[in-house]
């Protein structure tokens, strides 16, 4: 599937182009040396194809400068079928539905029964668990997106320690929090199971400069993830500078604080105008839907506001977080101080599982205070909230769980 030699995946992937205008895998390098796999996926959201064409230009220059790269480097086409029609997607939502309860049941059914998105989600899963079960160190995920807005680029991450090294190293601000509002992302997918996933959002789709945001992207992400040395990058310090020129005079690290969700038949629409990073006042009318104006519920920074009709986004509120605390929760995560939130007045240990901790939402700093401790906030369970333990750094990484290990294999004898 990944050939180990330093030239793009042709032979399988031509003849697959031909039905749906990107291969799978659009591209490969690697020199055979050891290293890490830095996978970049582009075009998860078919309207955003501007990722998988950066991968292949970044691809396509390694092989002219024959660059000895250590480990490898894969360009993936996520949304094959979305892509082909230029669509967000056809039946769902591509970047969802990573959890494993989810993918138990996609598994389970008859892959000929498969439309749309069950499709590329079941491919994909095929293309990654021999990754997950070769490596021996965390697998570096960049997931590519662009935006229907304009706004600067930026990245997102769950904020692990491991992930920190990649997405504070793109020199553009770093939104944290969004796998919390937004269930089953690819990114969470990859952290969960004790990898690296970053996703970056490098400006409009379409917009050529987007390619080339994305590109200088995994240039230096090559390079702080120690494929490359900044020497074997001869224009470095362009891709360097083009990200921070775009996003100069912008927080570096904001939080997400609010989603709002869209329904199907709600006739969303955002107000005209909005880009990411705008201030905005709280109980401010920034869109408007079959119920009325949609006021903001909260001062903050706007988000993703949605300019193209599909998706259950409608826009996010965010606001900025301090380096300090930052620098104090790495701090308290070395010390493995995490394990201390239980003893925290009001907070309760599952008996079930002991990475999970129940709050009374009568404490609204509680998601503060977990935050720091490296803690997700998955809900609010009636009065309580619910936190669960991020997967720490340092203790290997995990194969795919057994069970989809199983069905993939049944899957694969099924296949052919
Ligand atoms: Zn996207």
């Excluded at 945001?213 to 490359?228: D, N, P």
Aim: overall charge neutral; some cysteine.
């Amino acid at each position: 599937m990944f050939p180990r030699n330093c030239s793009s995946d042709t032979s399988a992937t031509e003849r697959d182009s031909e039905s749906s205008g990107y291969p799978r895998v659009v591209g490969t390098y690697t020199r055979g040396l050891p290293g890490p796999h830095l996978l970049v996926t582009g075009g998860v959201h078919g309207n955003e194809p501007d990722g998988v064409h950066a991968v292949r230009q970044v691809i396509a220059r390694l092989e002219e400068r024959g660059t000895q790269l250590r480990g490898t480097l894969t360009g993936v086409a996520a949304n094959r079928g979305g892509l082909a029609r230029g669509a967000r997607f056809i039946t769902r939502d591509l970047n969802r539905r990573w959890l494993l309860d989810e993918m138990i049941q996609l598994l389970r059914r008859d892959p000929a029964s498969d439309e749309g998105e069950d499709r590329e989600q079941r491919e994909l899963l095929h293309l990654l668990a021999p990754l997950l079960a070769a490596a021996r160190e965390p697998l570096i995920f960049l997931d590519l997106h662009s935006t229907s807005g304009e706004g600067a680029p930026f990245a997102c991450m769950a904020d692990v320690i491991r992930n920190r090294k990649i997405a504070f190293a793109l020199g553009v601000p770093v939104v944290l929090g969004l796998e919390e509002v937004i269930d089953g992302s690819m990114i969470g997918f990859f952290c969960d199971l004790g990898h690296v996933g970053v996703a970056v959002e490098g400006g409009k789709q379409g917009d050529p400069r987007t390619v080339d945001t994305h590109a200088s992207a995994i240039w230096i992400a090559l390079v702080a993830a120690g494929c490359l040395a900044a020497a074997d990058v001869p224009d470095l310090v362009d891709h360097r500078r083009r990200l921070a020129d775009m996003t100069r005079g912008l927080p570096r690290v904001i939080e997400i604080r609010h989603r709002h969700v869209v329904a199907e038949d709600d006739a969303f629409t955002m107000e005209p105008g909005y880009t990411n990073f705008q201030p905005v006042a709280d109980h401010q009318v920034v869109a408007h839907d079959r119920h009325g104006p949609v006021r903001t519920p909260e001062a903050g920074l706007m988000m993703l506001p949605r300019y193209q009709s599909q998706g259950e986004d409608g826009y996010f509120l965010a606001r900025p977080v301090s380096p300090f605390w930052l620098r104090v929760s790495a701090g308290l995560r070395r010390a493995r101080a995490d394990r201390l939130v239980r003893l925290l007045p009001g907070v309760e240990r599952d008996p079930l599982r002991h990475d999970r901790m129940f709050v009374e939402a009568d404490r609204p700093r509680a998601i503060d205070v977990f935050h720091l401790f490296g803690y997700r906030h998955q809900r609010a369970a009636g009065e309580r909230f619910v936190f669960s333990r991020r997967r720490p750094d340092a203790i290997g990484v995990d194969d795919l769980p057994a069970v989809l290990r199983e069905l993939l294999a049944r899957d694969a004898a099924r296949g052919g």
